[in-house]
């Protein structure tokens, strides 16, 4: 079982970045799809953004596209998720998430391992 830890929320104004960082351990997640998911006070967590585990596809929720990023450094075991253009509808605590067999990569379902969130908060 892999082990994720999720750094790099906070308070930001409605227009920051931040920098968010996922440091997996307990095995290396170099062969696993990696996915970022968001949930939000009195709603559903739902996905954000996810990247295969070659690197070479991502994958975004319409409502972030263009505005998030999501990276990898397998040499660092380590995911990331660059937010830019922040708006108070994103304030929720961010997850990331770790998919080792085959599945929907937008579905909660097919991701086995969770990290146990970061918050970001947007204020207007």
């Known amino acids: 079982q892999v082990q994720l830890i999720e750094t790099g929320g906070g308070l930001v104004q409605a227009g920051g970045s931040l920098r968010l960082s996922c440091a997996a351990s307990?095995?290396?997640?170099?062969?696993?799809?990696m996915g970022w998911f968001r949930q939000a006070p009195g709603k559903e967590r739902e996905f954000v953004a996810a990247?295969?585990?070659?690197?070479?596809?991502?994958y975004y929720a319409d409502s972030v596209k263009g505005r998030f990023t999501i990276s990898r450094d397998n040499a660092k075991n380590t995911v990331y998720l660059q937010i830019a253009s922040l708006q108070p509808e994103d304030t929720a605590v961010y997850y990331c998430?770790?998919?080792?067999?085959?599945?929907?990569?937008?579905?909660?379902?097919?991701?086995?391992?969770w990290g146990q969130g970061t918050q970001v908060t947007v204020s207007s």
């Open positions: 998430a770790a998919k080792s067999r085959l599945g929907n990569i937008y579905s909660r379902a097919a991701y086995d391992s």
């Open positions: 307990g095995r290396t997640i170099i062969t696993d799809d």
């Open positions: 990247l295969n585990w070659s690197g070479n596809l991502r």
